[in-house]
Nanobody, 123 residues
Framework: HVQLVESGGGSAQAGGSLRLSCEAV??????MGWLRQAPGKEREGVAA???????IYADSVKGRFTIAKDNAKNSLYLQMNSLTPEDTAMYYC????????????????????WGQGTQVTVS
């Protein structure tokens, strides 16, 4: 059973940056991702990375967000630049033990372990 703990959320001005971190224990997943949920909206995939290091991004964040993992630190990161108010949401770190998760890594339904979430507010 994977436990995920996020940190790094907070407030930023439009155009600013934030970096989210997620520590995973144990660190063994086929896919890891960042998903977000704004009030009144569905939870959506933002960025994901599979065990081979391949990454994928939602169109809304391409060129602005970067996902990365550090296997030595059992950690996943999301660097968010050029933030806009539309990025305001609760951000969740997630992990999937499903071997075929890389077929749809931005789909929330492939993930079976979730962090508690960290709030990002952009004004």
């Amino acid at each position: 059973h994977v436990q995920l703990v996020e940190s790094g959320g907070g407030s930023a001005q439009a155009g600013g940056s934030l970096r989210l971190s997620c520590e995973a224990v144990p660190y063994s997943s086929h896919c890891m991702g960042w998903l977000r949920q704004a009030p009144g909206k569905e939870r959506e995939g933002v960025a994901a990375i599979d065990s081979d290091g391949s990454t994928i991004y939602a169109d809304s964040v391409k060129g602005r967000f970067t996902i990365a993992k550090d296997n030595a630190k059992n950690s996943l990161y999301l660097q968010m630049n050029s933030l806009t108010p539309e990025d305001t949401a609760m951000y969740y770190c997630a992990a999937s033990s499903w071997r075929l998760c890389s077929a749809q890594p931005l789909n929330k339904n492939v993930y079976n372990a979730w962090g508690q979430g960290t709030q990002v507010t952009v004004s």
